[in-house]
């Protein structure tokens, strides 16, 4: 996930119920779903990974249909060596919401990385289907094709 696909989750966070936290002093408010969002996009971009999976998993405990917690969540356990668990959560995070376009990026990678080359390609389309102009969807896609032999198609989505 780059930086702009970081920013853009970040807007699409909705206020929500608060998130009650284990964390937070006596007389301090609990943090929205948004806030929570963004301070976990935070630890994950810093790469403090275990303190972006705690605060997702209370976001889903706030919220256990949150599509943005669920995928970034999915994302640190690919990232963690637990590849069933992560594309599940991508998965169900898709399943909420269809047109996510971050999220059917990074299950292609995650797909990818497994050598699954003809469900990664399928991803990066639905990616692209929802977000045409992702530059890096293009890219991944023209990787994904490229190992596949089809150079044609390659050099069309690199372009």
């Known amino acids: 996930m780059n930086r702009a696909e970081r920013r853009r989750l970040q807007k699409k966070a909705k206020k929500a119920k608060p998130v009650q936290s284990t964390n937070h002093a006596p007389g301090q408010q609990a943090l929205?779903?948004?806030q929570?969002?963004?301070l976990a996009l935070q630890h994950l971009s810093a790469g403090r990974l275990s303190q972006?999976?705690?605060?997702?998993?209370?976001?889903l405990q706030a919220d256990?249909?949150?599509p943005?917690?669920?995928h970034l969540l999915g994302v640190i356990a690919f990232q963690q060596e637990n590849h069933s668990a992560g594309i599940d959560l991508i998965t169900k995070a898709l399943a909420i919401?269809?047109?996510y376009a971050e999220a059917h990026s990074d299950l292609g990678n995650a797909l990818h990385e497994l050598g699954k080359l003809d469900e990664s390609a399928e991803s990066y389309?639905?990616?692209l289907a929802v977000k045409p102009d992702s530059?890096?969807?293009?890219?991944n896609l023209g990787n994904v094709l490229h190992k596949q032999g089809k150079l044609d198609e390659a050099v069309a989505s690199y372009r």
């Not at 530059?135 to 890219?139: K, L």
């Open 52 to 59: 972006a999976e705690g605060i997702y998993q209370q976001i």
């Open 68 to 70: 943005i917690a669920m």
């Open 64 to 66: 256990p249909s949150q």
């Open 32 to 34: 929205s779903i948004e």
């Open 36 to 38: 929570s969002l963004n």
């Open 97 to 99: 919401k269809p047109d």
């Open 135 to 139: 530059a890096a969807a293009h890219y």
């Open 125 to 127: 389309r639905k990616a």
